[in-house]
């Protein structure tokens, strides 16, 4: 059986250093298998996090060869094992414990984002109207796992740390799907403009190319939204525009029900 | 005795999935302080990992569906031997849970008409799961995070609750450790809902992640609650069983709902030779009958594929034993037959069931559209649980709720896909609201100091442990795993679970000599270590019940008493600790159904 050899970051938030393990490599084996033979074999005390592995929860988020990855989803047989693989933890957030980071920001955030609040329901039994076609974009926003990789990657967050002004990719995906949810009628357009920080995104899409969900961050979530930013503020056609929109939107839902 | 932190809330609940979130949800809506404790982060739980769907009788798809027929179909799904009141009330509520969910941001797939889309489930009589793609457990999860968040519920995530707490009889509050730090901390709480999920860490083959080391059945069980059917673990018939790493990982039953077929290596659909008497009437007997049922057609009958899982397990298991499995161990699963029937087949594959395209084609280089799976059975759920009221999931420890999959009752001796989320959401909602009324009329209670010193003192063992031992708690638990897997699995028999029992009281043994290296923060071979005393417990009473019921039925497949007898359909097993201790197992008569529920059993044969 071949043996490869891994780098993995050791530390807290203190101080830390890549160390050498070895593993055996099966056939069809991701980096999480290997994390796990290392922590059962030679470090039982290598902190990480992991559930599914299938790609479904997004616990297991690390940094593989530098590159964001969920390590369940990242085959051995795609890395270089004629070298060693790095694995270490998500730059963007501190560390707690070797490859485990402290992500509690990302649950702060989202806290203070507008919750849904639907529009009345559409038929005498509480329900509501949608067709599929009009909830597609939603859906796909929806299918993120909050493995916080888009945040990893982003340099408003990595490298500038501007934690405190700019709420991230995952977020903006997640105002996306709240704006874009047909049956809602929050305006979060205001705060997405100031405390959420939407200007500072300058569409590099190094979100989008991370997303193990393939989800279309940039173009499907966020230029729509500076779109909205900017035309809400700026753009008084474009706002009677929507208007118009909205209640075509709601002459179709009534054509639904008939 | 050392200063804990210490929290206050009203209502505690353990376990963040579907059952524990929904608990929250309601116990803050009706106006207490609520404290939500998981191990994981917010957000991960199992509920995630559900892939086909809600099952509610909404007849959105087919008007002919009602509760009724939810509720003879569970029953029929669990042998009987189902709680009929959980049944009943779980059929009788799914439906508003499921528009519940809609009204807090959850977007489901829709049908022309605009409303919540329902597909086809094994032993569902109509389509009746309300679903996203297949990531529906994403959906929920997400949806009721979301909501739960605004509600003002503190959530105390990566905790590890160790045991419960008492004042006399009744549960006062509970004593874990906060994983990042490896701190202890006292949680004071007038009620308490378990919500923990299930066991499947005690198996070598499994869908289920680290977390699920049966620690709710385990601490109600060691506060003296009664856990019964916990004989009856589900393997679900697909999981994948190539290449290895990925063995157990689950192939959602909805690859079979939208037409997928099972056959064996000489390319025969084997289901067909293995109807059941009570489902032969309502189960096609040729192929074209089958296809059409999963398109839809409401004269059609459904595939064998769509029989219940214990059933389609079992069948996939003599396939293989008898040598006409695939080349991996397994059998095929195939849905890119479908083409033949439908233009843009790969398209539709795709879009019905992208979490499982995608799973394969990265985890096994296999283009689902394309190629059929490798399947075989993956332990996933456990029927099991703490014993509860059934309308109010309180156990017979006052102040202690149970829901989800750790509580028992609706499922019997096998539960139906899509049951699982729903069940989550009934059971949650009313545990929830039950445990708040509770705590509404009780005080806090006194924490026992002594009891918690004990626990922390007993905790820490594993790392003054030179002289104790040196046993490595991975190894122990692989070890339990290799023995459930072989002795206590699909096929079982008294000789292997004596055998089994035997092993577990050895593995008892090394599990208090573990040793551990580095410090109390964020170390999983400390978290492992304790987690062990959970996994014991729950092995025992898996290995302890399923010898009691000496019987076929369900889950239960015993090959030295090969068929079902009536004199176990009309109980159930139920395990206890003795006042030495010790576990004990009885058989405990089944509630009597009353005749409006029998009479509803009956026009559904």
Request: some cysteine.
């Amino acid at each position: 059986m071949a043996i490869a050899t891994f780098k993995i970051w050791r530390g807290d938030a203190k101080a830390g250093e890549l160390r050498d393990y070895t593993a055996e490599v099966a056939e069809g084996m991701v980096v999480l298998d290997a994390v796990h033979q290392i922590q059962a074999t030679q470090a039982p005390d290598l902190a990480c996090r992991w559930n599914c592995k299938a790609g479904k929860c997004g616990s297991c988020s690390a940094e593989v060869n530098g590159m964001p990855k969920l390590m369940c989803m990242t085959r051995l047989s795609d890395l270089p094992l004629e070298k060693p693989v790095t694995i270490e933890p998500m730059k963007a957030f501190p560390v707690v414990k070797d490859l485990v980071t402290d992500v509690s920001w990302n649950f702060r955030v989202k806290k203070k984002i507008k919750p849904f609040k639907p529009r009345p329901p559409d038929a005498p039994d509480g329900t509501w109207r949608m067709r599929q076609e009009d909830i597609d974009r939603v859906q796909e926003f929806r299918k993120c796992i909050e493995c916080f990789l888009c945040q990893d990657v982003c340099h408003v967050l990595r490298d500038h740390q501007m934690h405190d002004k700019f709420i991230g990719p995952r977020f903006l995906i997640h105002v996306a799907a709240l704006e874009m949810h047909p049956l809602d009628t929050q305006d979060r357009l205001e705060e997405l403009r100031n405390t959420q920080g939407i200007g500072y995104c300058n569409i590099t899409k190094c979100c989008t190319k991370v997303c193990p969900e393939s989800i279309q961050i940039t173009d499907s979530g966020i230029i729509p939204l500076k779109e909205r930013v900017v035309d809400d503020f700026y753009d008084p056609f474009g706002w009677i525009w929507r208007w118009l929109k909205k209640r075509s939107d709601r002459q179709k839902v009534e054509a639904l029900k008939r | 005795m050392p200063d804990y932190e210490t929290f206050e809330h009203d209502v505690l609940v353990i376990g963040a999935g579907g059952a524990g979130l929904r608990a929250a949800i309601e116990a803050s809506a009706a106006g207490v302080r609520v404290g939500l404790v998981c191990k994981s982060l917010l957000g991960k739980a199992h509920t995630v990992m559900a892939e086909g769907g809600i099952a509610a009788a909404l007849a959105n798809v087919d008007e002919r569906d009602n509760w009724k027929v939810h509720f003879a179909d569970t029953m029929r799904g669990g042998q009987y031997v189902n709680q009929w009141r959980m049944a009943e009330l779980h059929a009788k509520e799914a439906p508003d849970r499921v528009r519940e969910l809609e009204a807090w941001g959850a977007v489901f797939d829709r049908t022309k008409d605009g409303r919540i889309l329902q597909r086809h489930f094994g032993g569902h009589k109509y389509p009746r799961l309300a679903h996203v793609g297949d990531r529906t457990g994403l959906e929920m999860i997400r949806t009721l995070q979301d909501h739960g968040v605004h509600q003002g519920i503190d959530v105390h995530m990566e905790h590890t609750i160790l045991s419960l707490l008492k004042d006399g009889e009744r549960v006062v509050g509970a004593f874990g450790y906060e994983r990042e730090r490896g701190r202890f901390k006292v949680f004071r709480a007038k009620a308490i809902v378990l919500a923990t999920g299930g066991i499947g860490r005690a198996y070598k083959i499994t869908s289920n992640s680290w977390e699920y080391t049966g620690d709710g059945h385990a601490l109600a069980y060691d506060a003296g609650a009664e856990l019964i059917d916990m004989e009856f673990v589900q393997f679900h018939p697909t999981g994948m069983v190539w290449p290895p790493s990925v063995m157990g990982i689950l192939v959602t039953e909805g690859v079979r709902g939208e037409g997928g077929v099972l056959a064996n290596k000489d390319g025969k659909r084997f289901m067909f030779d293995s109807i059941p008497e009570n489902y032969r009437a309502q189960t096609a007997d040729n192929e074209e009958e089958g296809w059409r049922y999963c398109q839809g057609h409401k004269d059609a009958r459904r595939p064998p594929e769509l029989l219940t899982r214990d059933h389609v397990s079992r069948c996939i298991v003599r396939e293989i034993k008898e040598g006409r499995g695939s080349p991996h161990g397994g059998v095929y699963l195939d849905i890119s037959w479908i083409k033949q029937k439908m233009p843009n087949a790969a398209e539709h594959i795709k879009r019905k069931l992208p979490s499982m395209y995608h799973q394969f084609k990265q985890l096994a280089d296999i283009d689902i559209t394309e190629q059929p799976m490798e399947v075989g059975p993956t332990t996933h759920y456990i029927m099991g649980g703490v014993r509860v009221d059934p309308d109010t999931q309180m156990s017979r420890v006052p102040g202690l709720f149970a829901a989800g999959e750790c509580a028992a009752g609706i499922n019997g001796a096998n539960r139906l896909g899509g049951n699982s989320l729903s069940d989550l959401l009934v059971f949650g909602k009313r545990a929830g609201e039950f445990a708040a009324k509770f705590a509404r009329e009780n005080s806090l209670g006194k924490i026992d100091n002594d009891r918690v010193d004990a626990v922390a003192r007993e905790a820490v063992t594993p790392f003054e442990s030179r002289d104790r031992g040196s046993e490595n708690p991975y190894a122990i638990q692989k070890d339990l795993q290799e023995t459930m897997q072989n002795l206590v699995g699909i096929v079982r028999n008294e000789s292997e679970m004596r055998d089994a029992l035997e092993r577990i009281g050895s593995f008892k043994a090394r599990a208090e000599k573990t040793a551990v290296t580095g410090n109390r923060e964020y170390n999983p071979g400390w978290h492992t270590a304790l987690d062990l005393k959970n996994l014991l417990i729950v092995s025992e009473a898996i290995t302890r019940a399923a010898l009691e019921r000496k019987e076929s039925r369900g889950a239960q497949f015993r090959e030295d008493y090969p068929d079902k007898d009536e004199r176990f359909g009309k109980v159930n097993t139920m395990i206890s600790k003795s006042p030495s201790h010790s576990m004990q197992v009885r058989l405990e008569p089944l509630p009597e159904m009353p005749d409006y529920l029998r009479q509803i059993i009956e026009e559904m044969k």
